[in-house]
């Protein structure tokens, strides 16, 4: 192969900015035909970001003569199915978070993926140049011995930082497989194994208050092998006045601060304090996606393998019980 030619199975909010034009973007990437079930709404985002071809069936995206890889980037609900099709018809899969429904989803579809690794997570945050700087301070031993991460996410009943949909579907426990915490807390988790390693130990706690069927409260801690510690809570019912999103991680001799929605990195020492500022790229992941790319074309690893993606998994259903 010397071009990676895609198809997009899910073309709705995710796709429309943060994904969809960066496989038109990156080097020896096409986007040749999207689908959605909804045929009208598939047509008018091929239309409109000028895809040759859509269409309202899988199989038509699959059955594509040029189509060699897909992203899938429906609900997580049809993930799995749609990820066995796409493997069964020897595809290459750019799978959207979280991978699945559940934990035992993920270890089926990790068993399959293991046959060929021909699957990347779309943990895109790995990528973008806010998270890469604090894994190169973290590198860099910027402040000393790592000792534990704490996170804090508090937003309100209607939070800014989750898409809108007509049906809100990610506070339908049958097709999100856990509200709003299972839509944003994989890319956090996923930046702390991403920094920290292998997980020694996890437990967790949630609450429903508004909804009996999704969390609207939880929090977790974990004990990675090399001894950091981690504590982490997401609220999803807190006062307008009380919205926060920041992590700071504590080592011996200071602190690294961030925000997962924003573009700066603080460094606090004791003798100095710096501020790294940064500009996400238009498309979010349009960095993971030429990494992608390149490692489908055989020219780098794996920027998120299946493993990490179960991992993610665990921690969601441990941290919700």
């Known amino acids: 192969m010397d071009a990676i030619k895609w198809g997009i199975i899910g073309c709705g909010d995710v796709a429309e900015v943060k994904s969809g034009p960066a496989f038109q973007k990156v080097n020896n990437s096409e986007l040749i035909a999207v689908m959605r079930?909804?045929?009208?709404?598939?047509?008018?985002?091929?239309?409109?970001?000028?895809?040759?071809?859509?269409?309202?069936?899988?199989?038509?995206?699959?059955?594509?003569?040029?189509?060699?890889?897909?992203?899938?980037?429906?609900?997580?609900?049809?993930?799995?199915?749609?990820?066995?099709?796409?493997?069964?018809?020897?595809?290459?899969?750019?799978?959207?978070?979280?991978?699945?429904?559940?934990?035992?989803?993920?270890?089926?579809?990790?068993?399959?993926?293991?046959?060929?690794?021909?699957?990347?997570?779309?943990?895109?945050?790995?990528k973008l140049p806010t998270f890469k700087k604090v894994k190169e301070l973290l590198d860099n031993n910027s402040i000393g011995k790592i000792l534990f991460a704490d996170i804090e996410i508090l937003q309100s009943k209607n939070p800014s930082i989750i898409a809108k949909t007509d049906d809100n579907w990610r506070l339908k426990i049958e097709t999100s497989g856990g509200g709003y915490f299972h839509d944003i807390?994989?890319?956090?988790?996923?930046?702390?194994?991403?920094?920290?390693?292998?997980?020694?130990?996890?437990?967790?706690?949630?609450?429903?208050?508004?909804?009996?069927?999704?969390?609207?409260?939880?929090?977790?801690?974990?004990?990675?092998e090399n001894g950091i510690q981690f504590r982490g809570i997401w609220n999803f019912i807190a006062a307008e006045k009380d919205v926060k999103d920041e992590c700071k991680i504590y080592g011996e001799n200071g602190t690294?601060?961030?925000?997962?929605?924003?573009?700066?990195?603080?460094?606090?020492?004791?003798?100095?304090?710096?501020?790294?500022?940064?500009?996400?790229?238009?498309?979010?992941?349009?960095?993971?996606?030429?990494?992608?790319?390149?490692?489908?074309?055989?020219?780098?690893?794996?920027?998120?393998?299946?493993?990490?993606g179960v991992e993610v998994m665990k921690i969601l259903d441990t941290f919700t019980a």
Request: charged share 20%.
């Open 37 to 126: 079930r909804n045929g009208a709404k598939a047509k008018d985002f091929s239309e409109r970001h000028k895809v040759p071809f859509w269409y309202d069936s899988v199989n038509d995206i699959l059955n594509h003569p040029e189509i060699n890889a897909v992203y899938i980037a429906t609900p997580p609900s049809t993930h799995l199915e749609i990820a066995k099709q796409c493997l069964a018809a020897n595809k290459f899969v750019y799978l959207e978070k979280p991978i699945t429904l559940n934990t035992n989803e993920a270890k089926e579809l990790e068993k399959l993926v293991k046959e060929n690794n021909k699957l990347v997570v779309a943990h895109y945050r790995r």
């Open 185 to 224: 807390a994989p890319h956090q988790i996923d930046l702390m194994l991403h920094y920290f390693g292998n997980i020694k130990s996890a437990e967790g706690f949630s609450t429903s208050i508004l909804n009996n069927k999704v969390a609207d409260i939880v929090n977790g801690i974990i004990e990675f």
């Open 256 to 308: 690294i601060t961030f925000s997962f929605y924003g573009e700066e990195v603080f460094l606090n020492l004791s003798d100095k304090n710096k501020v790294f500022s940064f500009q996400n790229p238009a498309h979010v992941q349009q960095p993971l996606i030429e990494q992608t790319v390149n490692y489908f074309l055989g020219n780098t690893e794996n920027p998120c393998t299946i493993k990490d």
